[in-house]
């Protein structure tokens, strides 16, 4: 099995996962967004998990990433 340069950033709703992706864009950073629960989907097949997307970013961005995700997590806190 092939390594991948890609590591797991976030994983949450639909909403808050997007407005993650576009403060990554905005960053220069692309994301890569997985939906099992849309690939069941469209696939035919169920899923416990819906809505839930999961947030994957380059392993060199990731430095850049990861404070992107916790002031997005501390503002939607208070």
């Known amino acids: 099995m092939e390594e991948s340069n890609y590591v797991k950033l976030y994983t949450g709703n639909f909403i808050i996962t997007q407005l993650i992706v576009d403060k990554l864009n905005t960053a220069g950073i692309n994301a890569i967004v997985k939906d099992e629960s849309e690939s069941g989907r469209l696939g035919g097949?169920?899923?416990?998990?819906q809505g839930t997307q999961e947030l994957y970013v380059n392993k060199d961005e990731l430095a850049t990433a990861l404070p992107i995700v916790e002031s997005i997590s501390a503002e939607l806190q208070t």
């Open 45 to 49: 097949f169920g899923t416990f998990n």
